[in-house]
């Protein structure tokens, strides 16, 4: 944009520098000239109006905090001179708001993608690796790395395994949660066949861990109890043998664009990360939905100060409540620790220009773009609702993303404006939030909303990115975390560890 500044809505009381401003510079505004009164890096706020203290400052039109002395017209407003509105746990008034959206399952869109034989549908045809407890993460990771060097065929997508910390000396809900993840993951559909290994000894060992996985596929998912072998590495390849042949029976065919599911997720923020790449996934997830399909938002704590907006979209009253549980037990869950419960964002977020949690999560919940909520998932658990769902979750990129893989999703976007390496277990999509990032980690980085500030029209590159995601679910283009074997896992720890 020529101006190099954006006022996000016309009520602000800030702009956003496009550019760095320097000491004494002069920006033109509508309503006269503004002399700026010190150097204002990219992304960040300027004052464009006298803001007395105590008296809120505006962004998106909404107030993402207050204002801890007086500011002056052309001032830096950051965490040196904005403080947080926000307090503790809050009661909600039911005050609902319909969604502009309307649905057409039949739209005729589709990608190209596997049907399972319990009916779900998958986008990768990979082989997992799963292990019931941390202390044969090596022997998991062996024998993925021998069987890929064994088996490589087009119509196996690789074959990988997934460390983690937990599986034994945990306790209550921590192994629950762990449990959930891991059956989860086996019976995700991006995964053709599984192999779940076991140590013999761990509080979650393979008898304990069948009770929570229910029904499974015996052709399908195989175990091996590694203190029981004479050889583990042999027989688990032995495993594997057979589960590659089960794969490759499984071949592409067209599937409606209705049965896709995505996760929505941000991190690594920077002041262009509500103005570009998050109203970009809100865009897209508007018109995934709109042809039937399936989005998720997670990171509650980045929900706080903007959960309003959510709760106004809820299907219906039942699903309200379920939001206001959400907000309010993830705040207890803050104070039962002693921590503040609106902490400011990270210390990378501020560098990139973010001041207070209202203004992380005002730019957060863009994601969900303008549909209504349908429901509202605890931590661990699996989608089963068309359209928008909110996941319990923190707001740590590694938990969070792997929560979403575990809740079904087939591919998680993650908007970031400072950049990662990391992707979950199923196709991580990084959409950087300005073209400086995108352009210098372009092993990171799989598309560059940051088009959007230098005048790219938001429907063209909400097209062109729907086409592109549609591509990825298809396999003829793989994400950066796939081509340069990101993919991790994470799991939620709350309690004591024996």
């Not at 996000?8 to 503004?34: C, M, Q, W, Y």
């Not at 699996?382 to 590694?398: A, E, F, M, W, Y």
Request: negative net charge.
């Amino acid at each position: 944009m020529k101006e190099h500044y954006l006022q996000v809505h016309k009520s602000d009381n800030v702009i956003v520098a496009l550019r760095e401003f320097k000491e004494g510079e002069t920006i033109d505004l509508s309503t006269g000239p503004l002399k700026v009164t010190e150097t204002i890096r990219t992304g960040h706020k300027i004052a464009v109006t006298k803001i007395e203290k105590n008296h809120n400052v505006t962004k998106y039109g909404y107030p993402i905090g207050s204002a801890k002395e007086d500011i002056l017209p052309g001032e830096w407003v950051h965490t040196h001179n904005v403080k947080t509105n926000l307090e503790g746990t809050l009661s909600y008034e039911y005050d609902p708001k319909k969604s502009p959206l309307n649905v057409d399952r039949n739209s005729g869109r589709t990608f190209r993608g596997y049907r399972r034989k319990n009916g779900e549908v998958g986008i990768r045809n990979e082989i997992w690796i799963i292990n019931t407890v941390g202390c044969i993460n090596k022997t998991a990771e062996i024998v993925a790395k021998t069987a890929n060097d064994m088996y490589r065929d087009e119509r196996l997508d690789g074959i990988y395994h997934y460390p983690h910390l937990f599986g034994c000396s945990q306790l209550g809900d921590d192994l629950h949660n762990t449990q959930k993840i891991l059956r989860n993951l086996v019976m995700h559909p991006n995964a053709a066949a599984i192999l779940v290994m076991g140590l013999g000894c761990e509080n979650n060992h393979i008898a304990e861990f069948k009770k929570v996985l229910g029904d499974y596929d015996e052709e399908r998912v195989k175990f091996i109890a590694v203190q029981e072998s004479g050889d583990e590495i042999s027989e688990a390849l032995d495993l594997v043998e057979g589960l590659v042949g089960y794969a490759k029976t499984f071949e592409r065919e067209d599937i409606s664009v209705s049965e896709l599911k995505v996760g929505l997720k941000c991190g690594g923020s920077d002041g262009f990360s509500g103005i570009t790449g998050n109203p970009l996934l809100g865009a897209f997830s508007d018109k995934l939905i709109t042809h039937g399909g399936t989005t998720v938002l997670t990171e509650v704590p980045e929900m706080f100060g903007a959960e309003k907006i959510l709760m106004e979209r809820a299907k219906d009253e039942v699903v309200f409540n379920k939001i206001v549980d959400l907000i309010n037990d993830f705040k207890d869950y803050f104070l039962k620790h002693g921590q503040n419960v609106y902490e400011n964002p990270s210390p990378g977020n501020k560098e990139g220009g973010i001041t207070t949690l209202e203004e992380k999560s005002l730019g957060n919940v863009q994601k969900g773009g303008f549909a209504e909520v349908t429901d509202v998932l605890p931590y661990g658990e699996r989608l089963s609702q068309k359209g928008l769902t909110l996941l319990q979750g923190p707001g740590n990129d590694l938990v969070s993303v792997t929560a979403l893989a575990a809740s079904g999703a087939h591919i998680v976007i993650f908007t970031t404006g400072r950049g990662t390496p990391f992707g979950g277990p199923v196709p991580t999509i990084k959409v950087s939030t300005n073209t400086a990032l995108a352009e210098k980690k372009e092993k990171w980085i799989d598309f560059d909303a940051g088009q959007m500030i230098s005048g790219k029209n938001k429907q063209e590159l909400t097209d062109k990115f729907f086409d592109y995601m549609l591509d990825i679910a298809s396999g003829t283009v793989k994400a950066r975390n796939e081509q340069f074997g990101f993919k991790e896992i994470s799991i939620f720890k709350d309690g004591v560890i024996l």
